[in-house]
T-cell receptor, first 111, second 116 residues
Framework: GNSVTQMEGPVTLSEEAFLTINCTYTATGYPSLFWYVQYPGEGLQLLLKATKADDKGSNKGFEATYRKETTSFHLEKGSVQVSDSAVYFCALSGVAGKSTFGDGTTLTVKP | GAGVSQSPSNKVTEKGKDVELRCDPISGHTALYWYRQSLGQGLEFLIYFQGNSAPDKSGLPSDRFSAERTGGSVSTLTIQRTQQEDSAVYLC??????????????FGNGTRLTVT
């Protein structure tokens, strides 16, 4: 079946540092890939998505590129802010429409 | 428009009691999911409804858990004879769904269940 593996956390960075959260997947066919974010005390919300190989999803300074050859969808941001502190989830939507999530990575950004 | 609505937002119950959690998805969304999120943990998949197809119940942790979706819309997750380990936030999500769909999930704010 489909699966998503995320870099284990927690991740702690200083403000303005570069962020990478690794995500790899196993899936049949050609899934769509997503990053969701859960800010403290809030619900999960979509951060960005990519629907086919070599697509780059971007939002709020975050980017992730759909790499079919390495089955990866790593999340990056060039300069993190304290307000980026949250839990980040990588996910895929399989050919049958069902979504599969990774375990989440907690990011803490210190001033 | 209205998002995914869950009720109640908080539920405290005694061990051994039954509870019902409700989810009202976004109108027109054919796919509906229930997840469980324990403190500091990731998302644990419970059940998935897609249109009129038989639900994927592969994530339900025991036969005390059941869910139904009436008329392809509102869903109820029922936990019978609750145990303390059932304490968690129960999240509902919906999406346009369908085979090959790339539509993202829209989550409700969850129901925080505490079993005492």
């Amino acid at each position: 079946g489909n699966s998503v593996t995320q870099m284990e956390g927690p991740v702690t960075l200083s403000e303005e540092a570069f962020l990478t959260i690794n995500c790899t997947y196993t899936a049949t066919g050609y899934p769509s890939l997503f990053w969701y974010v859960q800010y403290p005390g809030e619900g999960l919300q979509l951060l960005l998505k990519a629907t086919k190989a070599d697509d780059k999803g971007s939002n709020k300074g975050f980017e992730a590129t759909y790499r079919k050859e390495t089955t990866s969808f790593h999340l990056e941001k060039g300069s993190v802010q304290v307000s980026d502190s949250a839990v980040y989830f990588c996910a895929l939507s399989g050919v049958a429409g069902k979504s599969t999530f990774g375990d989440g990575t907690t990011l803490t950004v210190k001033p | 428009g209205a998002g995914v609505s869950q009720s109640p937002s908080n539920k405290v119950t005694e061990k051994g009691k039954d509870v019902e959690l409700r989810c009202d998805p976004i109108s027109g969304h054919t796919a509906l999911y229930w997840y469980r999120q324990s403190l500091g943990q990731g998302l644990e998949f419970l059940i998935y409804f897609q249109g009129n197809s038989a639900p994927d119940k592969s994530g339900l942790p025991s036969d005390r858990f059941s869910a139904e979706r009436t008329g392809g819309s509102v869903s109820t997750l029922t936990i019978q004879r609750t145990q303390q380990e059932d304490s968690a936030v129960y999240l509902c999500a919906s999406s346009l769904g369908g085979p090959g769909a790339d539509s993202p999930l829209h989550f409700g704010n969850g129901t925080r269940l505490t079993v005492t």
